[in-house]
């Protein structure tokens, strides 16, 4: 069908209609449907819409006047200045001074002239070199901590702004950096003033908050790369007097992980706890303050008290032979001495790691205190699937009895031999029992780890820095006694091993001591422990320490940046 010349579309929808109703008449196939589709009361709507469009476009309105609250004012002047005005006039009058009314006659005139943009004055040829611009910034509060601080230079007496927290309302608005030269705030000239009395202006000003700074040059936008540590120390903000804002401050306990987005201050970084509800950061000591108030002991330290961990009265199968080594710490008082290496290294490290299919399995630790059932669940998980999970063959001194065989239940050396393996560090852990020495050696774990199997041995806590290798990568898993109600519950038949009789039920000062231990044993090591696992019902641990372990053998955890490959 040939197109009639400047046919608008509803007369050539007609035509259509007509040759369509044509063959449907004539039943050429689909015609009827077609006929039925073109006729539809929304398509001639459509259309009809589609018209007025076009008629528009074609006759784009012109404004009737440019500037209509030019006349609107001079209407207004007029109207106010008539000797007697009627009531119509009055009534002019005051619609015309309506807020409303002027501000849609001057959103017409903007639009009238197509004056959609800020017009800005043309640059100057010739600016100074040393010209400093001022910038204007508007912030709205919204009762939110500003998320910056500030500092007076002492020689000029100007304000500056020392630094922005990530995440804050002064970071996210991108205006305010640090070194910008604070002039004014809300109107108030600030230069000469202490910062508290800057801060009392902040305080108080609610809603807006309107700041002219001159920015700093050097200023960069970089974002720096989040560096992720592990906290070996307890910190808390509000109990040191040193920090530049207490309020900003970050309080972490060991054991914490922390998200570093800014090392910029050297005395002073930017972190976000883990995991983090918030996106603001705010202040951690940088390593360095940390370690020259060292010997203060300034941060938080909630247990000042006699921190050692107190020798239990019974031990059973292989961590007999520990009570000797038990009895001398508490003589040497070992615990309560300074955790040096914590002093030494106040944040490790970390990122995260998934252990490759083909590379060994990550060895499991179990910790805990000496009657909370630790090496019962190591003893069932590996009852439960001995094809996957493997302890460790230690080695002793002791003779050999009957139906014993070197290799199985011990690897038995000579004195002589297993000295000589101590002085060339190959135990993992080692200690005396009734005169005999027993030792678990890295080489017994790796023939474990290099048969595929995963091993799993529990030690006493002060031997996990040792074993933290990056060959060895061990997953510690901290096994914790449940309620004292719990205890008394579940371990009805249990039977402990004393130093005195054998096998007999637990006393309520057990239970006591058993806390006790557990307690303080997880307060000086918690920042080793990957995973918290509570010995209640005997079964649901053992299930529970079953998908913890296949967690850290096969999903993502944070390990020390040392044990990296790479490295
Ligand atoms: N969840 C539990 N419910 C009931 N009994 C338990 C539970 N866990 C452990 N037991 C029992 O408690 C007793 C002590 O457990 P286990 O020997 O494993 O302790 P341990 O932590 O290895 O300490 P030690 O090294 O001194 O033996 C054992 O009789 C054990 O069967």
Redesign the pocket.
């Known amino acids: 069908m040939a197109e009639r010349p400047h046919a608008t579309a509803t007369e050539l929808l007609s035509g259509v209609l007509e040759e369509v109703g044509r063959a449907a008449s004539r039943n050429a196939g689909g015609a009827e449907l077609l006929h039925e589709l073109l006729n539809a009361p929304w398509l001639h709507a459509l259309l009809q819409v589609y018209e007025c469009l076009l008629q528009f476009q074609r006759r784009t309105p012109s404004p009737f006047l440019p500037y209509a609250s030019g006349l609107s004012h001079e209407v207004h002047t007029h109207t106010h200045t008539l000797p007697h005005p009627s009531a119509e006039a009055r009534e002019l009058y005051n619609i015309l001074r309506s807020p409303h009314i002027q501000a849609v006659l001057s959103s017409h005139d903007s639009i009238a002239q197509a004056d959609y943009g800020p017009i800005l004055p043309p640059i100057p040829d010739e600016l100074p070199e040393d010209e400093e611009a001022m910038r204007i910034v508007c912030l709205v509060k919204n009762k939110q901590p500003l998320g910056a601080t500030i500092r007076k230079n002492e020689e000029t007496g100007d304000i500056y702004i020392a630094r922005v927290i990530h995440g804050g309302l002064a970071d996210r608005s991108g205006l305010l950096h640090p070194g910008d030269l604070l002039v004014e705030v809300n109107g108030n000239p600030v230069g000469g003033l202490e910062p508290e009395q800057v801060i009392q202006i902040l305080i108080q000003s609610q809603g807006t908050i309107l700041f002219k700074v001159i920015p700093n040059a050097a200023s960069t936008n970089d974002s720096p790369v989040p560096v992720y540590i592990r906290a070996m120390v307890d910190y808390c903000p509000l109990q040191d007097t040193i920090i530049p804002c207490p309020d900003a401050g970050v309080a972490f306990g060991r054991g914490d992980l922390l998200e570093v987005v800014d090392q910029t201050d050297g005395h002073w970084w930017q972190a976000r706890k883990l995991p983090c509800t918030t996106s603001c950061a705010g202040l951690i000591p940088s390593v360095s303050m940390l370690k020259s108030k060292q010997r203060e002991q300034w941060w938080s330290q909630p247990l000042q008290v006699h921190t050692c961990i107190r020798p239990?009265g019974?031990?059973?199968?292989f961590?007999l032979w520990r009570r000797t080594s038990y009895r001398r710490r508490r003589q040497s008082c070992y615990s309560c001495s300074p955790n040096s290496s914590a002093l030494a290294n106040p944040y490790e490290e970390v990122v995260t790691y998934q252990r490759p299919p083909q590379e060994n399995h990550r060895l499991i630790v179990l910790v805990?205190a000496?009657?909370?059932?630790?090496?019962?669940l190591r003893k069932r998980l590996i009852k439960l699937n001995p094809s996957t999970f493997q302890g460790a063959v230690p080695h002793t001194t002791r003779p050999i009895r009957e139906g014993e065989e070197t290799g199985r239940e011990y690897h038995f050396v000579t004195k002589e031999l297993f000295e000589y393996l101590v002085c060339n560090h190959r135990f993992l852990e080692y200690g005396e029992y009734k005169g005999h020495l027993y030792g678990t050696s890295s080489d017994s774990v790796a023939e474990v780890l290099k048969r595929g199997q995963m091993c799993i041995i529990?030690v006493e806590p002060h031997s996990i820095p040792a074993l933290r290798t990056k060959t060895l990568k061990p997953y510690i898993v901290f096994i914790k006694p449940p309620s004292l109600e719990s205890l008394k519950e579940?371990?009805k038949d249990?039977?402990?091993?004393t130093k005195f009789t054998v096998d007999r039920p637990f006393t309520e000062e057990d239970f006591a001591e058993l806390q006790e231990t557990s307690q303080l044993m997880e307060s000086k090591y918690r920042q080793f422990f990957d995973s918290v696992l509570v010995?209640?019902?005997?079964q649901d641990?053992c299930i529970q320490l079953c998908s913890i372990i296949q967690q850290a053998q096969e999903e993502p955890q944070w390990i020390p940046a040392s044990w990296r490959a790479e490295e």
């Open positions: 239990s019974f031990r059973r199968s961590r805990g000496s009657g909370v059932g630790v090496n019962e529990d579940t371990r249990a039977r402990v091993l010995n209640d019902d005997l641990a």
